[in-house]
């Protein structure tokens, strides 16, 4: 099993940033995929989670009306958009994949988001 997440960004505050996250292993459809965020200095903040079979979303409170996740079975690949950003959007998001049985199970390589002006 592989999450292999798309390389890092840098934005300008208010700019819109989209990441990657292509799953090899097993069927993307099976799991969940939860999206967590760690900022620099700072612990993991969940921002939410995907179940790429029907693309239902939970959205956690801090992100709602910012984030959206989708979901393109066909090649394996879950995307987190992230918009209007900010110098507190700076850090590393991470894709995780996620089961009933096992919780958090494998997680992708991380992908630099830098906001700055």
């Known amino acids: 099993v592989q999450l292999v997440q798309s390389g890092p960004e840098l934005r300008n505050p208010g700019a819109s940033v989209k990441v990657s996250c292509k799953v090899s292993?097993?069927?993307?459809?099976?799991?969940?995929i939860e999206w967590v965020r760690q900022g620099p200095g700072e612990g993991l903040q969940w921002m939410g989670r995907?179940?790429?079979?029907?693309?239902?979303?939970i959205y956690a409170q801090n992100f709602r009306g910012r984030v959206t996740f989708t979901a393109d079975t066909a090649t394996g690949t879950v995307y987190v958009d992230l918009d209007s950003l900010r110098f507190e959007d700076t850090g590393v998001y991470y894709c995780?994949?996620?089961?009933?049985?096992?919780?958090?199970?494998?997680w992708g390589n991380g992908t630099l988001v830098t906001v700055s002006s």
């Open positions: 995780v994949r996620t089961g009933l049985t096992y919780g958090m199970d494998y």
């Open positions: 292993g097993y069927p993307v459809i099976d799991y969940y």
């Open positions: 995907i179940d790429p079979e029907d693309e239902e979303t």
